[in-house]
């Protein structure tokens, strides 16, 4: 599926190859087909006791703010008692919402604008904040910097997607500051031996498949297995840009007894897109056949919509990735209340970026000119984290307490090669052969090495002051130490620098019932995040500390109508100190003291408002601005909004199930305001209101559902990256049939 390694630099370390995607998908087919036999030492009563569910569920309890959550705290919160915003999209929401992608479930969270940049796949702007301020958790582990470790794969996998709005770094550390994502994967269970499976085919050539296999060994041990894959032509319509991805992932569980439980994991995912979308370029609005109304510019520029689908990538161009992650996660109950875990995690991945990044309009030419890129990530990574949990009385009070360390290290290596190739005309463009290695073309010529160690001291509690009044705290204490050498393989200079950083993050909560199914909350809490990547910090900025942020949060969860209806509502500001700005009596220099702040509002509510018909709907809005900021030439930015950063969000999204035949249908409406691409305000992205619906017919074992996307084939920009005139066009209208079973 990827293309040869002799495209990449040797590597410095062996590289472990895994089987391929389909060799292993076969294999796991043949798990689900073969002779129950394997499983005889599991209970028969057990099985013939399991009755299946259908696909669909309808005119029961929502348990929104009772579902299980592990994101918010370590302390084994429910939703109810935490006092943040959460959210969790189960297995059940995905399929209904039909989100195929990490960036698809990515868009289903409140508030969220989430876009597909190459060099940040599914990158999201949450509560006024984006890319590395946004922390993307599996299965509860930070593997580094969200905008690298994440990728746009396939939802297959995943049981939940776990969405914690505000600060995090009490819990995961420098960079959750907007908020955390968890994604969490399917688990084992000896219940039963279960086979689900999916296929799906759609509009520009789009396939999907999965299967699952959970398969009890005995009363003790149970395996699970997933494999999943997702080819297409291009899921935005865009010339010359197929997309491969492919996900595996193994589980296994053993709990020996009541006091003792072990889950050993692996999870393999792979993806290539090819002729990789850099987004539509802007061009003069004179020179354009097509001006849209997608963006608002000072300087007349404009998306041509009739080169929407138009890819100015040379050939030959390409990103994609490969990555594991073996997690071991052992529960040691210790008797009178005492509970200790440890979770050890290993991550290794490769990444390619072999792209031409910024495509730029020149008025006098009539040409884009283009800038090239081959970009190269070796990334490993450990981490382990032991906790001691208390769940007991202190003295009449229930009292819930968590104490631990972490401790994880990074090793990054990074060539990357920049320069420029031929300009292209926006229509009808000679893309030429992306240069090799050894090209002219390359300018620059560097290789980065970091190393990050970090330890950490962490201890949260939650205090039932009465049987209505809990009290929730914690602290972390991290100190983070970097090693990053830059060698210039042009010049043969080579820097090095070795910055230390000892951040110390809190959060103080309390929930109060006002009645059984009414809460109200309030919390402050503060978090750390790096001016720029530790990853790929350079040396300018190794000499600055972290900035910081200080964060309030009231809210209400509510549930009324005997469990049918669940609402939240939150008020929140944050305010991020130390940011990079401009020295204002000397605008050449560099220094920390910028300040940027983001508040704002957030409405949620899940009706199951008959036995058939479900409704969810969901209101944000928010205020997001540079308090204090000047660039290049001590010009002032104060008051601007920063980028990628949109207004407000609303959401509204209707499902009914017949009550004679075995018929669901279902419509959404999705709104997402207007964004700037850059600190200067210049280009401004017009807001977007897009439709989709949807019909399925279920069987006793199986679901076909037909979905149509962007129903009225809307044109708009989904999001920036690099450089500011680039917008990412959203995907046009499209239709996808899947069909779903279990057995």
Known sequence: MFRSAMSRPAPT??????????????????????????????????????????????????????????????????????????????????????????????????????????????????????????????????????????????????????????????????????????????????????????????????????????????????????????????????????????????????????????????????????????????????????????????????????????????????????????????????????TLQNDLAWYQADRDFVYSDDWVYSRDTGLYARGVQRVFHDHRFWNERLALSYDGPWGARRNRFTVGVERNDTDFRNPRQSGSTTPVTPRDPDVGTFPDGDSPAFTSNQRFETGIRTRALFVEDALNLTPRWLLVGGLRYERIDVDRSIDNRITGARTTFAPRYTPFSWRLGSVFDLREDLQLYGQVSTAVSPVSSLLTIQTASGGFDLSDARAAEIGLKAEALQGRLATTAAVYRIERDNILTRDPANPLLTVQGGVQSSEGVELTADLQATRGLRVDASATWGRARYDRLLEAGGVDRRGNRPGNVPNGTATLGASYRFDGPPVSIGASGRHVGGFYTDTANTYYVRGRTTFDAWASYDFSRASVALRVRNLTDALYGEYSGYPATHVYLGAPRSVELTLRTRF
């Open 13 to 338: 370390r062996p590289v472990v190859h895994t089987p391929p995607a389909t060799a292993l998908l076969a294999g796991l087919i043949a798990v689900a087909l073969a002779a129950p036999a394997v499983a005889q030492s599991a209970p028969d009563a057990a099985r013939q006791a399991t009755t299946l569910d259908t696909l669909q569920v309808q005119g029961q309890r929502l348990r929104t703010l009772d579902a299980p959550q592990t994101t918010g705290s370590r302390l084994g919160l429910s939703q109810r008692e935490t006092p943040a915003s959460l959210q969790v999209i189960d297995r059940d929401a995905i399929a209904r919402q039909g989100a195929r992608t990490t960036r698809e479930v990515f868009d289903l969270a409140t508030g969220a604008m989430v876009g597909n940049v190459p060099g940040n796949p599914a990158v999201v702007t949450l509560r006024g904040f984006s890319g590395n301020t946004i922390s993307v958790l599996h299965d509860g582990v930070r593997l580094g910097a969200s905008t690298f470790v994440t990728r746009d794969v396939d939802t297959w996998s995943l049981e939940r997607v776990e969405v914690l709005r505000g600060p995090a770094s009490l819990l995961y550390g420098e960079g959750a500051l907007g908020g955390a994502i968890n994604l969490v994967t399917r688990r084992p269970s000896t219940d039963a031996r279960v086979v689900d499976a999916m296929l799906g085919v759609g509009s520009s050539n789009t396939r999907r498949a999965g299967i699952g296999v959970n398969q009890p060994l005995s009363d003790t041990v149970a395996v699970r297995l997933d494999a999943s894959g997702l080819r297409s032509d291009s899921l935005y319509d865009i010339e010359d840009n197929r997309v491969d991805t492919s996900t595996l992932s193994a589980t296994l569980a053993y709990t020996p007894s009541d006091t003792l439980s072990m889950l050993f994991a692996w999870q393999h995912a792979e993806d290539e897109s090819r002729g990789t979308y850099q987004g539509a370029p802007m061009i003069a609005a004179e020179d354009a056949l097509a001006p849209s109304r997608v963006v608002r510019s000072a300087n007349g520029l404009v998306i041509d919509a009739a080169t929407r689908h138009v890819n100015y990538n040379p050939d030959g161009s390409f990103t994609g990735a490969r990555s594991d992650l073996l997690r071991w996660n052992t529960t040691l109950s210790l008797g009178r209340n005492w």
